[in-house]
């Protein structure tokens, strides 16, 4: 158990679902940081906050939103889902700027048909 | 823009022999390097950080060298075992200094190592 926790691991969907991932980050960590890991491809990063705040934003489509609750889990919402997007998520959090290394929860596999 | 780019997505070695990943980077100097470990299906694995004044970072049978002339971080797996099988991912930061970033992943170099 790395200390952030993902939920659901599994998720099968129709196109043009919405779907929310939720994520609790390792105590004590202020950061969270989300990723899209599609079949055979590298990370790519959506968003991240820090204490509640968006910090950063990647390629995330506009269908795409997340937060950052005051008791610092996450949620990333992916509406009008497409079969493009299929992945794997993962979220992962770190003590402030993650210069001391991310912590990475065991991810949620979105299956959209 | 800044870009970074791990040697060969595949490297196969035997059993017992050391294993040498490459990840070079070009139009940026990141602070520091970080470098994960990730299993098929699963979430990356943090295993060492070699910050831009230090040569080389050592942890059991990891060591990690930095650069910053060649832009180039070297990550070494001695006496590799098949359970070192995996995915190994560099990661920089972006930005530096007050602009210091989210980390930026490689695609990773794909280990195997047979018996």
């Known amino acids: 158990d790395s200390g952030v926790t993902q939920t659901p691991k599994h998720l099968i969907t129709a196109t043009g679902q919405r779907v929310t991932l939720r994520c609790s980050p390792r105590s004590g960590d202020l950061s969270v940081y989300w990723y899209q890991q599609s079949l055979d491809q590298g990370l790519q990063f959506l968003i991240q906050y820090y204490n509640g705040e968006e910090r950063a934003k990647g390629n995330i489509l506009e269908r795409f939103s997340a937060q950052q609750f005051p008791d610092l889990h996450s949620e990333l919402n992916l509406s009008s889902l497409e079969l493009g997007d299929s992945a794997l998520y993962f979220c992962a959090s770190s003590a402030d700027r993650g210069s001391y290394g991310y912590t990475f929860g065991s991810g949620t596999r979105l299956t959209v048909v | 823009s800044q870009k970074i780019e791990q040697n060969s997505e595949a490297l196969n070695i035997q059993e017992g022999k050391t294993a040498t990943l490459t990840c070079n980077y070009t139009?940026?100097?990141?602070?520091?390097l970080q470098w994960y470990r990730q299993d098929p299906g699963r979430g990356p694995v943090f295993l060492l950080l070699?910050?831009?004044?230090?040569k080389e970072k050592r942890k059991e049978r990891l060591k990690v060298t930095f650069d910053t002339t060649l832009k180039q971080s070297l990550f070494h797996i001695t006496a590799s075992q098949p359970a070192d099988s995996a995915t190994y991912l560099c990661?920089?930061?972006?930005?530096?200094?007050?602009?210091?970033?989210?980390?930026?992943f490689g695609r990773g170099t794909q280990l195997t190592v047979w018996p």
């Open positions: 139009n940026y100097s990141p602070a520091y």
């Open positions: 990661a920089p930061p972006v930005g530096r200094g007050s602009t210091l970033g989210r980390l930026y």
């Open positions: 070699i910050r831009e004044n230090e």
